[in-house]
């Protein structure tokens, strides 16, 4: 460990706190600026306790920026004035998308790190309390529980025509190999048992890296890390689901059988429009694929509904392919016309009142299946990795088929260390949740 202390180091550590918004991809960037930041400060969790609020903002659609908004003027109102010398710092998407634009509409935040520039973090907070900045080669884990995220590229080399993330996160780059079985071994180490492989766009990992190395190749590597009990695969589009990846994933004991895949429509019409590859027949055969390498398998999807120019007979469409598709988990988003993309500014827009009202549609057609499935699995005996409490105290764990804080839990009648794997019988189902007795 090395120690920089510049000008004016405060006597005593200044505490931040991180909040995060948006989706899990968030919360691995912001695990990151914890890491760099735990030398140096004292994290908090309560923005009470806090001197430096870090706000992780999400752009990712309209809503997201203006959750961003009103999280950030409420720092800088109440939380800021309540306390003098408090510190408002806004990172992530927003900065990233919004730029300069931002502080000229925000003055009192005291400063914008987008996410290009994150890994500055640490300096910008040091510069503007003047504490000493600690610089550490092992960075410690700071998300607690048996699951870690594994982000294993940022940035995205698709253009979906709805989409804003490569404005913000800027073009696919993937992660080295080595590097990321380091920082699963640490993970590990540091008591993760499940591993949650995330980025924009998982399939593409190492198309950019030399000698363009494939999915599958990392899947193996991670397999053989020690005392990895999970590894699961999210954000894999279609395209990149190879009879290579799914040769891996069938014959790793510790791979789940679970697979995120976005498909966002179903007609060709609408998806071509999109910028994306397909049509609800294609993903139809390729259901039939991977159930064919791993049956009982648990499919993930997401949705997108009202797309410009979406007829009644799409919707009818993508309604028809959810059916035959039988997804476990659906999650169906309105479009939102973001600001720049190329969607935006097509014409036949949808009124919003029909894309929501097609999005629930979809989403009653989605619980109907989903809920079935789950239902079923009541009298099976499952092995479940074991979380800890929930927010009610009640003791809760997850199955192979429920990825972390998206597809609902498994609830215990007994406590057992967290991390643990346990031998649970299903007696009962509630929506999404199932309710287990512990065996063994
Ligand atoms: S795959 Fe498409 S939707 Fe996903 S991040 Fe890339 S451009 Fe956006």
């Given at each position: 460990?090395?120690?920089?202390?510049?000008?004016?180091?405060?006597?005593?550590?200044?505490?931040?706190?991180?909040?995060?918004?948006?989706?899990?991809?968030?919360?691995?960037?912001?695990?990151?600026?914890?890491?760099?930041?735990?030398?140096?400060?004292?994290?908090?969790?309560?923005?009470?306790?806090?001197?430096?609020?870090?706000?992780?903002?999400?752009?990712?659609?309209?809503?997201?920026?203006?959750?961003?908004?009103?999280?950030?003027?409420?720092?800088?109102?109440?939380?800021?004035?309540?306390?003098?010398?408090?510190?408002?710092?806004?990172?992530?998407?927003?900065?990233?998308?919004?730029?300069?634009?931002?502080?000229?509409?925000?003055?009192?935040?005291?400063?914008?790190?987008?996410?290009?520039?994150?890994?500055?973090?640490?300096?910008?907070?040091?510069?503007?309390?003047?504490?000493?900045?600690?610089?550490?080669?092992?960075?410690?884990?700071?998300?607690?529980?048996?699951?870690?995220?594994?982000?294993?590229?940022?940035?995205?080399?698709?253009?979906?025509?709805?989409?804003?993330?490569?404005?913000?996160?800027?073009?696919?780059?993937?992660?080295?190999?080595?590097?990321?079985?380091?920082?699963?071994?640490?993970?590990?180490?540091?008591?993760?048992?499940?591993?949650?492989?995330?980025?924009?766009?998982?399939?593409?990992?190492?198309?950019?890296?030399?000698?363009?190395?494939?999915?599958?190749?990392?899947?193996?590597?991670?397999?053989?890390?020690?005392?990895?009990?999970?590894?699961r695969l999210m954000y894999v589009q279609p395209d990149g689901i190879t009879p290579e990846l799914l040769e891996v994933m069938s014959e790793a004991s510790n791979v789940v059988h679970y697979l995120d895949m976005p498909l966002q429509h179903a007609s060709r019409d609408v998806l071509r429009r999109m910028g994306r590859r397909g049509d609800g027949a294609e993903f139809l055969r390729l259901i039939h694929v991977i159930r064919s390498y791993m049956p009982g398998i648990a499919l993930r999807t997401t949705l997108i509904s009202g797309f410009p120019g979406e007829t009644r007979d799409d919707a009818r469409r993508v309604q028809g392919f959810l059916r035959d598709a039988d997804f476990d988990y659906v999650g169906v988003f309105p479009y939102s016309p973001e600001e720049g993309t190329p969607a935006a500014a097509m014409p036949?827009?949808?009124?919003?009142?029909?894309?929501?009202?097609?999005?629930?549609?979809?989403?009653?057609?989605?619980?109907?299946?989903?809920?079935?499935?789950?239902?079923?699995?009541?009298?099976?005996?499952?092995?479940?990795?074991?979380?800890?409490?929930?927010?009610?105290?009640?003791?809760?764990?997850?199955?192979?088929?429920?990825?972390?804080?998206?597809?609902?839990?498994?609830?215990?009648?007994?406590?057992?260390?967290?991390?643990?794997?346990?031998?649970?019988?299903?007696?009962?189902?509630?929506?999404?949740?199932?309710?287990?007795?512990?065996?063994?």
């Amino acid at each position: 460990m090395t120690s920089a202390t510049p000008k004016d180091a405060a006597a005593t550590v200044p505490a931040v706190c991180i909040l995060t918004l948006g989706c899990p991809k968030n919360e691995v960037d912001s695990d990151r600026m914890a890491a760099s930041l735990a030398p140096s400060f004292s994290l908090v969790d309560d923005l009470a306790d806090a001197d430096v609020a870090v706000v992780n903002t999400c752009s990712f659609i309209r809503e997201a920026t203006e959750e961003s908004i009103g999280v950030v003027l409420d720092l800088t109102g109440s939380w800021k004035t309540e306390r003098p010398g408090r510190i408002v710092v806004v990172a992530g998407c927003m900065p990233a998308r919004y730029g300069d634009e931002l502080a000229g509409a925000m003055p009192e935040v005291d400063a914008f790190v987008p996410v290009a520039d994150e890994e500055n973090l640490a300096r910008v907070i040091v510069g503007l309390t003047g504490a000493a900045l600690v610089v550490t080669t092992t960075p410690p884990r700071t998300t607690p529980g048996p699951s870690a995220y594994l982000q294993v590229s940022d940035g995205c080399h698709r253009r979906c025509t709805f989409c804003a993330i490569p404005d913000i996160r800027g073009d696919y780059r993937s992660r080295p190999l080595a590097e990321l079985v380091v920082e699963a071994e640490f993970l590990v180490a540091g008591g993760a048992r499940e591993l949650v492989l995330v980025g924009q766009d998982v399939s593409a990992w190492g198309h950019d890296l030399p000698g363009a190395p494939v999915l599958a190749e990392l899947v193996q590597a991670l397999a053989r890390v020690q005392d990895l009990t999970w590894i699961r695969l999210m954000y894999v589009q279609p395209d990149g689901i190879t009879p290579e990846l799914l040769e891996v994933m069938s014959e790793a004991s510790n791979v789940v059988h679970y697979l995120d895949m976005p498909l966002q429509h179903a007609s060709r019409d609408v998806l071509r429009r999109m910028g994306r590859r397909g049509d609800g027949a294609e993903f139809l055969r390729l259901i039939h694929v991977i159930r064919s390498y791993m049956p009982g398998i648990a499919l993930r999807t997401t949705l997108i509904s009202g797309f410009p120019g979406e007829t009644r007979d799409d919707a009818r469409r993508v309604q028809g392919f959810l059916r035959d598709a039988d997804f476990d988990y659906v999650g169906v988003f309105p479009y939102s016309p973001e600001e720049g993309t190329p969607a935006a500014a097509m014409p036949d827009q949808v009124p919003a009142r029909t894309r929501r009202a097609r999005a629930q549609r979809l989403r009653d057609i989605a619980d109907e299946l989903g809920t079935a499935r789950v239902a079923r699995l009541a009298g099976a005996t499952l092995e479940v990795l074991v979380e800890g409490l929930d927010d009610e105290g009640t003791p809760v764990g997850r199955h192979r088929g429920q990825a972390p804080e998206v597809d609902g839990v498994v609830a215990l009648d007994r406590e057992s260390p967290a991390g643990t794997m346990a031998r649970v019988e299903i007696v009962d189902t509630l929506g999404y949740d199932l309710i287990g007795e512990v065996r063994s």
